[in-house]
């Protein structure tokens, strides 16, 4: 085919199309606008997730009335003149392509209103062209009304989720905006249902109660580091408050939302050591460095930034994260039914309760017991004596040909995941009422995954109640739950069933194997010997003896062979 130039509306499509990703592409680049434009107050109503309706209102300056139609111009820009602007960005938006590309994508209302302007002006566009315009009366600043978002484009709205996930996209934009800016009132409704509502004074803190709970953000530790070039500030949880997920992770870089592989690395190392594998921290920090020092210009959404050094940016949030976790105090280690003695106690013996002797020499290079699987059959575990318990976190017991360790929780985990889906396949899993009910309150992602997967919830006990603005009262679990965290539990469950890519029996897996891990006995519970014969004797009748849900092993194994070379048998 002959090279040609493309038709100015085919490029405008394209150039939409690289902007406008999804619902969520359009209210962050509208807020972004209303940020720009020093709004105090920003309210986004969305209706079908985004789909049907987005509505952006702002008390920012407004458009004047002689630029209106100049700012669904392509490039139209207030925000820089000149190429060496570009070196200096200082505001969210500058590319002039958002109401651009948003008017290629649908029907588009605007009201503005300047405060030198003695009315509103209103425009209405359709395919990206001013279908009709008119004053009307209106306060400083600006409504941007969005209908039909892909309406013309079937092949782009194929390939969004169900209006839910769509949703929780939008309520997570909101989220991350409303800490990057505490002193801006934000208020998201979606499907005509309030999801939050910021108080706007300038406090992240209570920003952070409003989203993700009072108890959380009354834990959080203060981030505040200044170092030549470069100042880090936010919050951080301590080690003891945790998540299942990185999806608690908010970094920003001169207040612009951003997703950074770097500063997640760089935060995440600092608490090294000092969380369990597989959680994650709750981080909100703020990188503000002279703006020749980042790109910000490197994708369509500004979602991702270039730093001109790196390794000085990583070191920086790395520093404040682990001065402001050196105000937190040492983790108090959870025990079960007797208290821990006053000094560790390494090895309990059965039937005496003393602690054996130091080892002398060094120990064998140990077997996962998954690694004596041969031919890939998973051979069922010979009939095991328990000796005793080691830290307080492993089961010690002797087999026909060796020395099995056994981790207490991941062996737990196994017997309740395989108890769970056998009593979902059969009678239904077993439901525990609570004598009180719990009050939950929950972040406007989590909650819309809970509209999307009560149903499931509801299959496998749980009894979610809605009482207020995120507040839910949890009535029923299931029974395999008794004596977890049942709030950490709920959301950390939610978490895990955010995605809308995984199919049906995976999610039921998913919701078995958040079931397991907050049911099972922890590493630091002490048991009694019945405990410990009782947990493995129905280890022995598990499919999967050898691996806990998430395919860890739960055991090691010494073999005779191996104790009496060290020995030097």
Not at 18 to 43: F, H, M, Y
Not at 113 to 121: K, T, Y
Not at 462 to 469: A, I, P, S, V
């Amino acid at each position: 085919m002959p090279i040609k130039i493309l038709d100015p509306q085919v490029v405008s499509k394209i150039a939409a199309g690289e902007v406008v990703e999804r619902p969520a592409s359009v209210v962050k680049e509208l807020v972004e606008n209303a940020l720009d434009a020093g709004a105090s107050q920003i309210t986004v109503e969305a209706q079908g997730g985004g789909i049907s309706l987005i509505k952006v209102s702002d008390n920012g300056s407004g458009i004047p009335a002689g630029e209106v139609e100049l700012a669904f111009a392509r490039h139209a820009t207030s925000k820089l003149s000149a190429l060496p602007d570009l070196e200096k960005i200082a505001t969210l938006g500058f590319r002039g392509e958002a109401l651009p590309s948003i008017a290629a994508m649908a029907d588009v209302e605007l009201l503005t209103r300047a405060a030198d302007d003695a009315a509103a002006s209103y425009i209405r566009l359709a395919n990206g062209r001013a279908t009709h315009r008119e004053k009307r009366s209106r306060p400083r600043g600006t409504t941007v009304t969005v209908h039909h978002l892909f309406r013309h484009f079937p092949a782009r709205l194929k390939f969004l989720k169900s209006p839910t996930t769509e949703n929780s996209h939008i309520a997570n934009l909101l989220t991350q905006y409303a800490l990057a800016f505490p002193e801006v009132k934000f208020s998201l409704s979606l499907d005509g249902r309030l999801t939050l509502r910021t108080p706007g004074n300038g406090n992240l803190r209570d920003a952070v109660a409003e989203i993700y709970g009072l108890e959380a953000a009354q834990q959080m530790l203060e981030v505040n580091s200044t170092e030549p070039g470069y100042t880090v500030t936010g919050l951080v949880s301590p080690p003891s408050l945790s998540r299942s997920s990185r999806n608690y992770l908010s970094f920003f870089v001169n207040r612009r939302w951003v997703r950074s592989s770097l500063l997640s690395r760089s935060a995440e190392d600092a608490y090294q050591g000092l969380l369990m594998s597989g959680k994650h921290p709750l981080v909100m920090v703020n990188v503000a460095l002279p703006p020749q020092e980042v790109d910000v210009n490197v994708h369509p959404t500004k979602t991702e930034v270039k730093f001109r050094n790196n390794q000085t940016v990583y070191a920086a949030v790395a520093r404040a994260v682990k001065t402001a976790l050196q105000q937190s105090p040492p983790p108090r280690v959870k025990t079960g039914k007797a208290a821990a003695p006053p000094a560790p106690r390494l090895f309990t013996a059965v039937p005496e309760d003393k602690p054996a002797p130091p080892p002398t020499t060094s120990y064998p290079t140990p077997q996962s017991a998954a690694s004596v699987v041969k031919n890939g059959d998973v051979p069922a575990l010979p009939v095991l004596r328990v000796l005793g318990q080691m830290a307080a976190s492993y089961i010690l017991a002797e087999g026909p040909e060796g020395l099995y360790l056994i981790d207490q929780h991941a062996a737990h985990e196994r017997i309740i995941f395989d108890k769970v889906l056998a009593q979902r396949a059969q009678q239904g899993v077993e439901v525990q009422g609570l004598l009180e009910p719990l009050n939950i309150e929950l972040s406007p992602g989590q909650e819309q995954t809970l509209n999307s997967r009560n149903e499931l919830l509801r299959q496998f006990g749980f009894n979610l109640e809605h009482f207020g603005d995120r507040s839910y009262l949890l009535r029923a679990v299931p029974a395999v739950m008794a004596g977890a965290n049942l709030a950490e539990a709920v959301r950390a469950l939610l978490d895990s069933l955010a995605s809308d890519d995984e199919p049906a029996t995976k999610r039921e897996e998913t919701v078995a194997q958040s079931l397991a891990c907050h049911g099972a006995v922890k590493a630091g519970q002490q048991l009694t010997f019945e405990e410990m014969r009782s947990l493995i004797r129905q280890l022995e009748e598990t499919a999967s003896p050898r691996t806990c849900p998430h395919g860890r092993p739960t055991m090691i194994y010494l073999s005779s062979r191996q104790l009496a070379r060290e020995f030097g048998r």
